[in-house]
């Protein structure tokens, strides 16, 4: 089955403790793109990857990072996370020539105490 | 900053009815213009794009762009229960790959 996978789908964390948050498509879609959800803002883009080893900042890359190393994975790590980084994470994919289509992950609800 | 605007709702139409949802965008750069659906709790899906003035239609869905007025809307016709959701407008730049989307209208069909 075509998807998106995240994981964790769910974590609570403290501040200042790195975490990393996998995503990974089956697709072999070159698009991949991080996005966070928070009530009133809708959906802001962290960052986008076009091809492995080029990634791209979105609207609000800071506090993030992201590393695209293999086609299929675009983890975002968060490396000393506070609690305004508190949020629902969203992975997305498409393919290259269609960048258009995207195709969300099941989102990562995080939680940083 | 560029930004996408839309009523938050709820927008409640009863089952039947004609939903109209409204979407304007700051950048006029903007080329390609999106509408995604977001079930409660689920990821979104996309329903429609649209990159050219005027009406574009697809089943009971149409999505309607004006850029002189930077404003692009979606018709739900003969809306349905199973059409309550939220529904986000995305905007996107020809010169890249930036999405910017909107913070959503919820909608609510009344049986």
């Known amino acids: 089955e075509a998807q998106v996978t995240q994981n964790p789908r769910y974590l609570i964390t403290v501040t200042g403790k790195k975490l990393t948050v996998t995503c990974s498509q089956n697709m072999n879609h070159e698009y991949m793109s991080w996005y966070r959800q928070d009530p009133g803002l809708g959906l802001r883009q962290i960052y986008y990857s076009m091809n492995v080893e080029v990634t791209d900042k979105g609207d609000v890359p800071e506090g993030y990072k992201v590393s695209r190393k293999e086609k299929r994975n675009f983890p975002l790590i968060l490396e000393s996370p506070s609690p305004n980084q508190t949020s629902l994470y969203f992975c997305?994919?498409?393919?290259?020539?269609?960048?258009?289509?995207?195709?969300f992950g099941p989102g990562t609800r995080l939680t940083v105490l | 900053q560029k930004e996408v605007e839309q009523n938050s709702g709820p927008l409640s139409v009863p089952e039947g009815a004609i939903a109209s949802l409204n979407c304007t965008y700051s950048?006029?750069?903007?080329?390609?213009f999106f509408w995604y659906r977001q079930y409660s709790g689920k990821s979104p899906e996309l329903i429609m794009f649209?990159?050219?003035?005027g009406d574009k239609e697809d089943g009971r869905f149409t999505a309607q762009l004006n850029k002189a007025s930077q404003y692009v809307s979606l018709l739900i016709r003969d809306s349905q229960p199973s059409d309550s959701a939220t529904y986000l407008c995305?905007?996107?730049?020809?010169?890249?790959?930036?999405?910017?989307f909107g913070p959503g209208t919820r909608l609510s069909v009344l049986p």
């Open positions: 649209i990159y050219s003035n």
């Open positions: 950048d006029r750069g903007s080329q390609s």
């Open positions: 995305a905007v996107k730049a020809d010169y890249g790959q930036n999405f910017v």
């Open positions: 997305a994919s498409s393919p290259r020539l269609a960048t258009d289509t995207q195709y």
